[in-house]
């Protein structure tokens, strides 16, 4: 029985297995429409969420099984004191594998020790996202060919952002990457991300501007300012339209640079970039589905072809 905590729980062979059957169910998916029949998932969702949750909950029934769950904690008995580990027990006599999200980094980890079903980390706290990884190396892969060889941007709330944090631990294991931090000073990126950077010599930058790097990015990965992560509304306020990539602002970019965000977007994408062909974070979002479809059956034990 095997969890999903860290995106570094998965070898970079398996990152690159999960991708190729992610892209085989995208080829042939009335091949995987009964590989779960009679499983089910349980989505235990204590912080909001549309993409991840659905997504899961689309991914398991794509494969033929059900979904049973809960979307906030207010509705389980986490509102009467119940633990994480104690709910992790009592879903694990109901259902076959949990994806869960949680305000409190670790969260998913200690159900992960209490259950004795796998356990997704579907976002803790301000920490990991390891699932949206999946579906941002899956676009990347799929939209411009490779995961080597490089220059990646990433804008934003680096500091809160999990999907940051995930997303460059999983492409710091890949060959010749390098990176561009781009952020207001509160929000850049954690010191224990820039170390192993430095640890790895792998290259980085980082800036305050993002017309500047522009030119020089194969992938601009915008983030939403993570408001519900701040102590106080003023600094919010204060930093949340930093940064704004209009149509206009995209004619500085390559013509052939990447648009990813993970979404909910804000304010950071104006939607005059939507119809650019470069943009891909809707198609990001439909790619999530089929990657975490991948990731059930490996975390299942169902065998692929
Ligand atoms: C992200 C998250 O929850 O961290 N959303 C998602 O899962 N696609 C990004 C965000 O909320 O800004």
């Given at each position: 029985m095997r969890s999903l905590n860290?995106?570094?729980?998965?070898?970079v062979d398996e990152l690159d297995g999960l991708i190729a059957t992610a892209k085989d169910i995208i080829a042939h998916p009335e091949a995987y429409?009964?590989?779960?029949?009679?499983k089910k998932l349980a989505t235990l969702f204590f912080e909001p969420s549309t993409r991840t949750r659905l997504s899961f909950e689309a991914a398991m029934l794509e494969l033929g099984g059900s979904v049973i769950g809960f979307?906030?904690?207010?509705?389980?008995?986490a509102s009467k004191g119940e633990s994480v580990a104690d709910t992790a027990k009592i879903v694990s006599c109901y259902a076959d594998i949990i994806a869960m999200r949680h305000p409190k980094e670790g969260a998913p980890y200690v159900a992960s020790q209490a259950a004795s079903i796998p356990v997704i980390n579907a976002g803790d706290g301000g920490h990991n996202h390891p699932t949206q990884t999946l579906a941002d190396l899956l676009t990347i892969s799929r939209e411009?060919?490779?995961?080597?060889?490089l220059t990646i941007g990433l804008c934003g709330d680096l500091k809160f952002g999990r999907t940051v944090h995930s997303l460059v631990n999983a492409l710091s294991r890949y060959d010749n990457l390098r990176f561009i931090f781009i952020s207001p000073t509160e929000l850049r990126v954690p010191d224990y991300i820039t170390e192993m950077l430095r640890e790895k010599n792998i290259p980085y930058e980082e800036v305050i501007r993002l017309e500047d790097k522009l030119p020089e990015l194969d992938v601009l990965y915008m983030t939403r300012v993570?408001?519900?992560?701040?102590?106080?509304e003023e600094d919010y306020v204060r930093l949340k339209d930093f940064y704004i990539l209009t149509a206009k602002k995209m004619?500085?970019?390559?013509?052939d640079m990447l648009v990813l965000h993970p979404l909910p977007r804000v304010n950071e994408i104006s939607v005059d970039v939507d119809d650019d062909p470069r943009a891909v974070y809707f198609k990001q979002a439909q790619y999530a589905v089929y990657v975490r479809m991948a990731l059930i059956l490996t975390l299942l034990n169902i065998h692929v072809d």
């Open positions: 860290s995106i570094l729980d998965l070898g429409w009964d590989r779960c029949a009679h979307s906030e904690a207010s509705s389980s008995s411009m060919g490779r995961l080597s060889n993570q408001k519900e992560r701040f102590f106080n004619n500085l970019a390559p013509p």
